[in-house]
């Protein structure tokens, strides 16, 4: 069964460095793309960035300089870092891989 | 960056009726590969966005039939027949021609 899920601290304070996790079951990470998408509470959808099956990564040119996307196939999970956190990061962020299969999404907020 | 203009943002429907979203985008979609990466996502309350359409026309495993996607180059449509109260929630368009992939504003479909 085809699984995908968000895991990370909920709060950040600003100016630091989120990291977060995307465990996947059912599938390989060397055989599917996974891509990150965040959404601003009450506000859309915006593309963060990719970790292709072969392992390279293309990035939001918003967000490049803060963003990088990495992955341990052994383990089956994808990581998401972006440091300089402000408050306007805040929202829920999904991993989303396979034929399109969603994570749940966890929500970040950034305040001191 | 594309821009995907999505109208209306918010559209008032009765249930059993018709609803048509329609989505712009600044440049054409056409792939170099002549594909045209242009899809459609619902996302309902409190839930992750879930795929209808992907390439412009081709609906996704499970989605009923109500469903339809049309449209080339710039100018993109979705329409839902005979609407369920299952089908309401914000609809999104996704282009992923263009790096960094970009979605519409979002139009939310409810009960008139």
């Known amino acids: 069964q085809v699984q995908l899920k968000e895991s990370g601290p909920g709060l950040v304070q600003p100016s630091q460095t989120l990291s977060l996790t995307c465990t996947v079951s059912?599938?390989?990470?060397?055989?599917?793309?996974v891509h990150w998408v965040r959404q601003p509470p009450g506000k859309g959808l915006e593309w963060m960035g990719v970790i292709w099956s072969g392992g390279n990564t293309d990035y939001n040119s918003a967000l490049k300089p803060r963003l990088s996307i990495s992955r341990d196939t052994s383990k089956s999970q994808v990581f998401l870092t972006m440091n300089s956190l402000q408050t306007e990061d805040t929202g829920i962020y999904y991993c989303?891989?396979?034929?399109?299969?969603w994570g749940q999404g966890v929500m970040v907020t950034v305040s001191s | 960056d594309v821009v995907m203009t999505q109208t209306p943002v918010s559209l008032p429907v009765s249930l059993g009726g018709q609803a048509s979203i329609s989505c712009r985008s600044s440049q054409s979609l056409v792939h170099s590969n002549g594909n045209t990466y242009l899809h459609w996502y619902l996302q309902k309350p409190g839930q992750s966005p879930q795929l209808l359409i992907y390439?412009?026309?081709n609906r996704f495993s499970g989605v009923p039939d109500r469903f339809s996607g049309s449209g080339s180059g710039t100018d993109f449509t979705l329409k839902i027949s005979r609407v369920e109260p299952e089908d309401l929630g914000d609809y999104y368009c996704?282009?992923?021609?263009?790096?960094?992939?970009?979605f519409g504003a979002g139009t939310k479909l409810e009960l008139k």
């Open positions: 996704l282009q992923s021609t263009h790096f960094p992939y970009t």
């Open positions: 390439r412009v026309s």
């Open positions: 989303k891989g396979y034929f399109d299969y």
């Open positions: 059912g599938f390989s990470l060397t055989s599917y793309n």
